[in-house]
């Protein structure tokens, strides 16, 4: 059977700088990973290994982003915080409700959220500072960190890790 994933990447969703960018579509992947173990009623310790995984790729994906509009001095740098941690908030409860044997349409109505919170920020407050970090010269910023962050595909086990800032 041939399904269409609940989140489709595009270039529209981008800010342009590659390093968020592949974030951004490796949370998508993440989101829809979740949301297909849960459609598909996988086990319930695989799904709370997608859990951990989105909880943990969300903080380091954020750190990035914080790290970058700090050394920019972005002006709305504090409150795009706020946002990230109010995501955060919302998926370690999501989590917290999964662990706690909470019934099935609660983990979708949580996906669902998660998809219209990542569509609203994307397309809201990542392309607001977007031009910004563009005019600030972002990709100078980015070779001048001390240890590239990238993201590399581990062959054997078919998923990616963050070099710094580690996740597995």
Known sequence: MNKKPLII?????GVGVKLLDNDHKKLVLLINELHDG???ERAKPELDRVFDKLVRFTRVHFAHEEQLLAE???PGAET?????DSLIEQITELQARFRAQAPMSIYLEGVELLKGWLFNHLYGSDQEYAPYLEEKGVDTILTSWEIPIQVVRNQTADRSKV??????
């Open 38 to 40: 849960l459609v598909a």
């Open 72 to 74: 920019t001095g972005y």
């Open 80 to 84: 795009h915080k706020l946002e990230h």
């Open 163 to 168: 070099v710094q800032g580690s996740w597995s």
């Open 9 to 13: 990447w595009t270039d529209r969703m």
